[in-house]
């Protein structure tokens, strides 16, 4: 099968826990979940644990079919000019041959297919993930994404 991008990069920065970073590969066909930071106030003490997964054809096509969805449009950034207090950050780097994407978000998602994707992905790291750790922040982060 085609897939339109070779990888998918997220960066999901919460005021409340430590950046999640998570990567698609489709080549591959692997997801990876991973931390940038291992040091700093999560609340809790609660920390992600690092995760990395192999990932069926089923999987991949429909994050592939979420992103085909994307016109010229969704990858324009609604950005404000100031962080809310809460201090989200999302980070969207779509890996195609000769060309990379990326879509920087602060504060909320407005953006209907970016709140699908994002909560897709996350869906499928609580499908593969192990730990009730990462369970736990996984729901709570998901509760966050307003999807409608």
Do not use: C
């Not at 644990?49 to 994307?70: A, Q, R, W």
Request: proline share 1%.
């Amino acid at each position: 099968y085609n897939y339109s991008i070779k990888q998918l990069q997220m960066n999901l920065g919460y005021s409340f826990y430590n950046d999640l970073n998570i990567i698609i590969n489709v080549d591959d066909k692997f997801i990876d979940l991973y931390t940038s930071k291992n040091t700093g106030n999560t609340r809790g003490k609660i920390k992600f644990k690092s995760l990395i997964e192999n990932l069926n054809n089923y999987d991949l096509l429909l994050i592939n079919s979420i992103i085909e969805g994307f016109s010229e449009e969704d990858f324009k950034v609604q950005e404000r000019e100031f962080l809310l207090p809460d201090g989200d950050y999302f980070e969207m780097v779509f890996i195609e041959n000769e060309e990379i994407n990326q879509i920087i978000i602060y504060d909320y998602i407005k953006n209907k297919k970016h709140q699908r994707l994002i909560n897709e992905v996350l869906n499928l790291i609580l499908k593969h993930n192990k730990s009730t750790q990462n369970e736990k922040i996984l729901k709570e982060i998901i509760q966050k994404i307003p999807i409608s």
